[in-house]
C-alpha cells in the first residue's frame, strides 16, 4: 500500500500534522511494508492559480510555451502523486473556519478537468476512484456532535464534495477539536487518534 500524506499546517508541531502522522503510523501498523511520501504544503508551497496556468492546461501539452509547461508541471506532480496513492491522510488546521490557503491551492492544482474529472451524458465524473481518504482536521474549538459551532465549519463541509468530484468518496474524518480549550486539550489528540479505524 503507498500511503500519501499532506500537510498543511505551517506549525511545524501541529495538531493537524500530528494527527496525520499517527494516523500514517496506524496504517503502517495494519499495513506492514507500505510506503508514505509526505508533502509539506507549507515549506514546499504550490503557486496559486494565475492566468499561465490557465492558459497551459487548456493548451494541447504539445503546443504549451515553456513558462506554460513550468506552470502545469506543479499541477502534473500533484496528480501523479494522487495517482499512485492507494490511501491519502490530508491534513488541515482551521483558519477563519475553513482550510489554509496552501491546501486550497494544492486542490486548485490536483481538480483538473480532463485529468482528475471529466463531464460525460449524465454529467460529472470524477476518476480518482478506488482510494481511502483521512481528513485529519484541527480546531481550537469544537465544530462537530451537534456543537452550537458546527455552523462555522467549512473545512470538511467543503473538502468532503470537492474530493468526491474527482472521484475520492471513501472519506472519514478524523477530528482533533478543542486544543484551545484547556479541559479539553490534554486528550484531544490521543482522543481523535483512538477514533481512527484502519
Not at 459551532?149 to 473538502?159: E, G, K, Q, R
Request: charged residues 15%; proline residues 7%.
Amino acid at each position: 500500500m503507498h500511503i500519501l500524506h499532506i500537510i498543511s499546517s505551517p506549525r511545524a508541531n501541529s495538531y493537524s500534522a500530528r494527527l496525520g502522522r499517527q494516523i500514517v503510523e496506524k496504517l503502517l501498523a495494519a499495513h506492514p511494508g507500505s510506503s508514505v511520501h509526505e508533502r509539506d504544503l507549507s515549506h514546499h508551497p504550490l503557486p496559486h492559480l494565475e492566468e499561465v496556468f490557465v492558459q497551459g492546461i487548456f493548451t494541447p501539452a504539445e503546443a504549451r510555451t515553456p513558462s506554460q509547461q513550468a506552470a502545469v508541471q506543479h499541477s502534473d506532480e500533484v496528480i501523479d502523486e494522487v495517482l499512485a496513492a492507494d490511501v491519502l491522510v490530508i491534513g488541515s488546521p482551521m483558519y477563519n473556519f475553513s482550510i489554509s490557503s496552501s491546501l486550497k491551492a494544492w486542490l486548485d492544482h490536483v481538480v483538473r478537468a480532463g485529468v482528475t474529472f471529466k463531464y460525460g451524458p449524465n454529467g460529472p465524473q470524477g476518476l480518482l476512484t478506488g482510494k481511502k481518504v483521512y481528513l485529519a482536521l484541527a480546531s481550537g474549538g469544537v465544530y462537530s456532535g451537534g456543537s452550537p459551532m458546527a455552523a462555522y465549519d467549512f473545512m470538511a463541509p467543503y473538502l468532503k464534495p470537492v474530493l468526491g468530484f474527482i472521484g475520492l468518496t471513501d472519506v472519514e474524518v478524523v477530528r482533533v477539536e478543542g486544543t484551545s480549550i484547556p479541559d479539553l486539550e490534554p486528550m484531544a489528540l490521543s482522543k481523535a487518534v483512538d477514533s481512527v479505524a484502519v
